[in-house]
């Protein structure tokens, strides 16, 4: 930019891509124009020209440009390249900031707060914005997005206390806030959606599509009423628990006589169906509002997953176990408490099961909104 095109800056005044600043304020706000730029169209910062559009110009120039290079790349996440220049106007310095579109969107201050540019200013990115840039881009993950309106409050401690002792990391040495931001279940002060999803007070207050939905219909359709409805909610593993608890209370359990003792069969092996259960909330899709739903007919189970499957993956290289994590700080979690294994071998191991146990192999129809299990049922057991 040359003092000219300055001029017609200032004439123009501010719009999408400009912002004046008379100085510099504090680190926090400028970390939150350097974001709200590189989130949207990119544009330029530029300081020494007051409310009233006079030019008066910065006292230190050479420390405001290492002021914002230390800014751009300590308290923006993940950090943005930007370019600074130095206008003589009249004996006056102006700082002008070249902020390009980020293509690593989005972008994030440290505390954790995503913004957006729009013709009338900097703005916090509304959850529809903000789902338009995890679409656009994948450089970071949907399940660390931190929930504003909430704090460490709306986390149980003693819920993740007791997650410790269980999974066998009580002795970690880590002060639990700490631990809770290493893990991404908090950025800043606030929970992310993993971190309300594991570990929530109340999860479905703030997520209310973070549930199954559990149905036993009579026969072989779903057009009929249910003989049996739920809503599955609480915390994951608890959901992951009542899941269980409802396939195991609508599957029948044969018993053959051997000696004097009776010998009891499951219809379907509970590893295979546990394992049908963590891989939908391992993997659903959290920017589709919609819940898992969970089918039990008289031949076979449905378990519908919302979201379509990531763009590199089809039903071959799901069945060839190619493993892609869309949740990978639930998935860690769910890997903790021993329910996943950092291989990914969850879809073979459920596959080879079932053929074993019925003879017939699972059913994986990858659809354009949802993911779709279908488990075969051994008829007229």
């Known amino acids: 930019m040359d003092v000219a095109e300055l001029h017609e800056r200032v004439a123009r005044w501010e719009d999408l891509h400009t912002d004046f600043k008379e100085r510099f304020d504090s680190d926090r706000e400028l970390a939150k124009d350097i974001v709200c730029f590189a989130n949207t169209d990119g544009g330029q910062l530029i300081f ?119 999974t066998g990391q009580a002795d970690l040495g880590v002060d639990l806030e700490r631990l809770l931001r290493n893990w991404r279940l908090l950025s800043g002060d606030h929970p992310t959606i993993a971190g309300v999803v594991l570990f929530g007070r109340r999860p479905q207050q703030h997520l209310p599509f973070a549930q199954i939905n559990a149905f036993r219909f009579p026969e072989t359709e779903s057009a009929t009423d249910p003989l049996d409805a739920k809503e599955l909610t609480g915390r994951l593993l608890d959901v992951i628990d009542q899941a269980q608890r409802f396939l195991r209370l609508h599957l029948p359990v044969p018993h053959k006589i051997q000696g004097f003792e009776p010998e009891a069969k499951p219809e379907l092996p509970e590893e295979a169906l546990r394992e049908a259960i963590v891989n939908a909330v391992a993997h659903r899709d959290y920017t589709v509002h919609g819940p898992i739903r969970l089918f039990i007919f008289d031949d076979r189970i449905e378990v519908h997953t919302p979201g379509r499957a990531p763009n590199t993956v089809d039903e071959a290289a799901m069945r060839a176990g190619v493993h892609v994590v869309r949740n990978p700080h639930i998935y860690a979690r769910l890997s903790d408490a021993g329910l996943v294994t950092r291989a990914g071998s969850g879809i073979r191991r459920m596959s080879r099961l079932v053929r074993e146990a019925t003879g017939r192999d699972i059913g994986i129809d990858l659809r354009e909104f949802e993911v779709l299990l279908t488990i075969p049922r051994k008829v007229g057991v």
């Open 48 to 166: 020494g020209v007051a409310n009233n559009r006079d030019i008066v110009g910065v006292d230190d120039p050479d420390w405001l440009c290492a002021k914002v290079d230390d800014i751009s790349f300590q308290h923006c996440e993940p950090p943005i390249t930007t370019v600074q220049e130095v206008l003589d106007v009249g004996g006056k310095k102006v700082v002008v900031v070249n902020i390009p579109k980020g293509d690593q969107r989005p972008y994030r201050t440290k505390s954790g707060h995503y913004y957006v540019r729009t013709t009338s200013g900097c703005r916090q990115a509304s959850q529809a914005e903000l789902l338009r840039l995890f679409q656009a881009t994948e450089a970071l993950y949907y399940d660390e997005t931190p929930l504003p309106r909430l704090t460490l409050a709306d986390l149980d401690l003693s819920a993740v206390e007791l997650f410790l002792e269980e």
